[in-house]
C-alpha cells in the first residue's frame, strides 16, 4: 500500500514568489493535513481538508492556502515568499474515526532565498 | 498558546538502558495523545498511542504512561538501541466533528549510544 506521497522533496525559492506543493494520501483516506515544521517553532498545524472542504485552520496567515480535488489530493500554496517561510512542509492523511492519528508523507523542503 | 510541551530538547542514554520521555499538556479535553519518531528529512512516522480514558499502553520495547490528573505522559523505551536515535513528539488528538487536529510538543531529540 503506497503511502503518503509528496511532491517535490525539495524547492529553492525567491522572497516574493509564490511556491505550490502537492501531496497525494493514502488510498482511501479522505482527510489531509499540511503541518510546517522550523526549527524554532516545531510542528505547526497549517490546515486540513476533508471532502475537498477545509475543515480546520491553524494560525498562519493569509499567504497559506491550500485545496482539496475530488480524488483527495491536496496541494498547498504559499504566495509572496518570505525567508522566513523556509521550513519542512508536511502532510499527513488519515482514515476518519482512526484513533492513530496521521500518516505523514517524507515532506517539502522549501528554502527561501 | 503551548497546549503541549516537551521540556526536554535532547535526552542522551546508553544503549541497553531506558530511555524516558516526558510530555506535559493543558489541555484536558484531548482524546487520545501519541508518540511520533522522526528521523532527518523523513516525516514523523506512529509509535504509540493512549487513550485519554487508560494509564498505560504497551507495545514491544515501548510502554506510555498517561497521568490525567498531572496532565502529564511519558514514553519509555526499553532496552534504547542505536536505532532510536531520532527526535521524538508527543502530541494530543481531540477527535470532533469540526475536524481533526494534532497539536505537537517541540520534540526530544534522543542519542542511544553503542
Known amino acids: 500500500k503506497a503511502g503518503v506521497t509528496q511532491t517535490p522533496r525539495y524547492l529553492i525559492k525567491t522572497r516574493g514568489q509564490q511556491v505550490t506543493l502537492s501531496c497525494s494520501p493514502i488510498?482511501?483516506?479522505?482527510?489531509v493535513s499540511w503541518y510546517q515544521q522550523t526549527p524554532g517553532q516545531g510542528l505547526q498545524f497549517l490546515f486540513e481538508?476533508?471532502?475537498?472542504?477545509?475543515?480546520n485552520k491553524g494560525n498562519f496567515p493569509g499567504r497559506f492556502s491550500g485545496r482539496q480535488f475530488s480524488n483527495s489530493r491536496s496541494e498547498m500554496n504559499v504566495s509572496t515568499l518570505e525567508l522566513g517561510d523556509s521550513a519542512l512542509y508536511l502532510c499527513?492523511?488519515?482514515?476518519?474515526?482512526?484513533?492513530?492519528?496521521?500518516?505523514f508523507g517524507s515532506g517539502t523542503r522549501l528554502t527561501v532565498v | 498558546d503551548q497546549q503541549v510541551k516537551q521540556n526536554s530538547p535532547s535526552l542522551s542514554v546508553q544503549e541497553g538502558r531506558i530511555s524516558i520521555l516526558n510530555c506535559d499538556y493543558t489541555?484536558?479535553?484531548?482524546?487520545?495523545f501519541l508518540w511520533y519518531k522522526k528521523y532527518p528529512a523523513e516525516g514523523p512516522t506512529f509509535l504509540i498511542s493512549?487513550?485519554?480514558?487508560?494509564d498505560k499502553n504497551e507495545d514491544g520495547r515501548f510502554t506510555v504512561f498517561l497521568n490525567k490528573s498531572a496532565k502529564h505522559l511519558s514514553l519509555h523505551i526499553v532496552p534504547s538501541q542505536p536505532g532510536d536515535s531520532a527526535v521524538y513528539f508527543c502530541?494530543?488528538?481531540?477527535?470532533?466533528?469540526?475536524?481533526?487536529?494534532?497539536?505537537f510538543g517541540g520534540g526530544t531529540r534522543v542519542l542511544v549510544k553503542p
Open positions: 499527513a492523511s488519515s482514515l476518519e474515526g482512526h484513533n492513530y492519528g496521521y500518516t
Open positions: 488510498s482511501g483516506h479522505r482527510s
Open positions: 481538508y476533508f471532502s475537498e472542504t477545509q475543515r
Open positions: 489541555n484536558s479535553m484531548f482524546d487520545y
Open positions: 493512549i487513550s485519554s480514558i487508560k
Open positions: 502530541a494530543a488528538w481531540k477527535v470532533r466533528a469540526a475536524g481533526n487536529k494534532l497539536t
